[in-house]
C-alpha cells in the first residue's frame, strides 16, 4: 500500500524534500522503503525497521508511533519528525 510522508527537521534536512510517497502494509515497512530510497535520511534517522532514538512518527494527525508493527492503511499520511522539531 502507498501512504503519503511528510517530514520536518532532521529528517527533512537529510532527504532534501518535505513529501514523498512510501510503501508498506506496516511502519516498518515504510521505514525500509524510506532508506533505501534515501540514504542520507537512513543514516541519519532509520535503524532497519525502527526509528533511531530522538525521532517520531505521527500517523494521520491523530497519534504517534514508533512501533514498527503499527498497521498502515492505503493512502495514510505518516509525519516524520525530529524531536527537536517543534515550534
Known amino acids: 500500500m ?15 524534500i518535505a513529501h514523498t510517497a512510501a510503501f508498506g502494509s506496516t511502519l ?4 525500509v522503503d524510506l532508506a533505501q530510497r534515501y540514504p542520507l535520511l537512513g543514516d ?9 532514538p530522538g525521532y517520531t512518527a505521527n500517523l494521520r494527525g ?15 499520511s505518516i509525519l ?5 522539531a517543534g515550534g
Open 80 to 84: 516524520l519528525l525530529s524531536l527537536d
Open 2 to 16: 502507498q501512504v503519503t510522508v511528510e517530514l520536518f527537521g532532521i529528517p527533512r534536512a537529510r532527504a532534501g
Open 28 to 31: 516498518g515497512d515504510v521505514f
Open 62 to 76: 491523530e497519534r504517534f508511533v514508533t512501533d514498527p508493527a503499527t498497521r498502515l492503511m492505503d493512502g495514510d
Open 44 to 52: 541519519a534517522c532509520i535503524h532497519g525497521r525502527f526509528l533511531k
